[in-house]
């Protein structure tokens, strides 16, 4: 795992040379995903079909064989171990009453000549849900995706997951019981996207696709972007912890690996202005790697694109921090809180020692799709607010018609538009 040092000549560029990822699509991707939107587009079904038969080694006649009963649903949740159970329900509950405190409501205000402004919140009509399938599954992500759009007040909620050879993941298909996933298909890859984005003869067309997906997938909801919404295009799982050194050093070293063990272009840097407390990470992390299930991911992950950040000082910390704006931030230090208002691009951020970031991705309550790839600068947790629409109100009376007018007249002739202007004459007390 690398080691930087703040102080360093050449820092700044060997942090840019660490963060960058060059995730995006090549030709021959960017290629074939337009071929399956465009066969999709005027298939439909059957182009479905046939993609998910040849991608997913199946061999499905029909629609009909690719659509779930929702019995199906509820049979898994019914069949799952206690434990299992428990854990999803509860999981669900925290997600569901955070995400209750994010629903907006409609509002308006009244002026003095009458006029009323205002603005009309509204639920999206139908969402489409990916999620991966087969043994890449997670549960979890159903419930961050599907939770809030049902708090949101969505309609319908179309789930697509993939099932290649066959394999069905119990567990996904229990959290979508949970969080009333109104139908599901057993299709995946860009073809679904494609689906939920145009429509087809059995999958309804979505207003937004939300939910994680690999290349083929993040292209394809890039290029739909425009017909449809879509959540982010995200990159590799990230994890930056702050560490005033006081940390159990196996702790920090654990909290690397939770993200790093996701695949080898994961991130996992710890930042900390005690260099013999970075040398006791780096001990605990060559003590417990071998013991990983998934050991190699990790091994490569830490290796590309992790790293030891020496610092002088917390403030100097959180300089660094503001500039990688992570995707989850622990801040394991002695007074967290304290730190908060010099924390400005963050996606999530967990606050002490005793806060693991495995927590907010199963049951903490807050939403665990967040921004990657330093794009926290500008954008949020998905949340309540992605599954709602604004409409702004304007009801003017006759008083306030005539005196906004002469404004809007000036405005207009200003830019040339007269009939702009003439449209508000019209209304213009003598």
Sequence with gaps: ?????????????????????????????????????????????????????????????????????????????????????????????????????????????TEADGTLLGQQVTPLDRVGLYVPGGKAAYPSSVLMNAVPAKVAGVKELIMVVPTPDGVVNELVLAAAAISDVDKVFLVGGAQAVAALAYGTEAVPQVDKIVGPGNIYVATAKGMVFGSVGIDMIAGPSEILVVCDGETNPDWIAMDLFSQAEHDEDAQSILISPDAAFLDAVEQSINKLLDGMERANIIRTALKDRGALIQVE??????????????????LSVEDPQALLPSIKHAGAIFMGRYTAEALG?????????????????????????????????????????????????????????????????????D
């Design 1 to 109: 795992m690398r080691r930087l040092n703040r102080a360093d000549v050449g820092f700044d560029a060997e942090l840019e040379k660490l963060l960058a990822w060059e995730g995006v699509s090549n030709d021959q991707v960017n290629q074939t995903v337009r071929e399956i939107l465009d066969k999709i587009r005027s298939h439909g079904d059957a182009a479905l079909v046939e993609y998910t038969n040849r991608f997913d080694r199946l061999d499905a006649s029909s629609m009909e064989e690719l659509e779930l009963p929702l019995e199906r649903l509820q049979q898994a949740l019914d069949n799952l171990p206690t434990d299992q159970r428990k854990a999803l329900e509860l999981s669900a509950e925290r997600v569901r009453l955070y995400h209750q405190h994010q629903k907006t409501e409609s509002w308006s205000y």
């Design 313 to 330: 000082t917390m403030e100097q910390a959180l300089e660094v921090t503001n500039y990688i704006a992570p995707e989850h931030l622990e």
């Design 361 to 429: 991705d199963y049951c903490a309550g807050p939403n665990h799709v967040l921004p990657t790839s330093r794009t926290a600068r500008f954008s949020s947790p998905l949340g309540v607010y992605d599954f709602q629409k604004r409409s702004s109100l304007i009801m003017c009376s006759a008083e306030g018609a005539s005196e906004l007018g002469k404004t809007a007249s000036v405005m207009a002739r200003g830019e040339g538009l007269t009939a702009h202007a003439q449209s508000a004459e019209f209304r213009i007390k």
